[in-house]
C-alpha cells in the first residue's frame, strides 16, 4: 500500500534522519493500538534522492515480520527506482537490530545489487529515536 508523505516534509532526502523523522511522523498516524504492530515500509528514491514512493510492505506482530526480497524490491522495480531505503519500527521501544533484521537486511543489498538497485539504509525507529543499521 502507498503511504502519502507527510504534508509538512521535503521530498528531498539527505541522511538517515529526513528519512526517520518523516517514518515516525507516518507511524504517528496510526491508532496507539496498531503501533504496537511492527510496520515494515520501503522508500524508494530517484538519483537526486527525491522520494518517488513510501510503500508499506507488511505489517507484523508485535516483534516480527516475515519478507522476502521480492516483496520488498518488487514496487522498486516497477517504478524504476534505482535506490531504496527500508524502515522498520519496534514497538518495544527497543533499537538494537536483531539477527533476523540484520539478515534481512545484507539478503536486501544482494537482491538490490542483481537488480541494479543500491539499498542505501535500513532504520529502525521507535516513537522517539531511530538506528540506522546499514550499511
Excluded at 511522523?25 to 537526486?48: C, D, P, S
Excluded at 517504478?79 to 518495544?92: A, E, G, Q, R, V
Aim: proline share 3%; with cysteine; charged share 25%.
Amino acid at each position: 500500500m502507498t503511504v502519502r508523505l507527510p504534508k509538512d516534509e521535503n521530498k528531498n532526502v539527505s541522511e538517515a534522519g529526513d528519512i526517520a523523522r518523516i517514518m515516525q511522523k507516518v507511524l504517528l498516524r496510526q491508532n496507539k493500538h496498531h503501533r504496537a504492530k511492527e510496520y515494515f515500509w520501503t522508500i524508494g528514491l530517484n538519483r537526486a534522492n527525491d522520494i518517488e514512493y513510501i510503500e508499506l510492505v507488511t505489517i507484523g506482530t508485535q516483534n516480527r515480520n516475515i519478507l522476502a526480497p521480492a516483496e520488498v524490491l518488487s514496487l522498486a522495480v516497477s517504478k524504476k527506482c534505482l535506490k531504496i531505503i527500508c524502515c522498520h519500527n519496534h514497538p518495544s521501544g527497543n533499537l538494537v537490530a536483531s539477527e533476523a533484521d540484520i539478515a534481512l537486511t545484507e539478503n536486501l543489498a544482494k537482491a538490490a545489487v542483481i537488480l541494479g538497485m543500491e539499498l542505501l539504509d535500513h532504520i529502525i525507529i521507535t516513537e522517539e529515536d531511530f538506528v540506522s543499521i546499514w550499511p
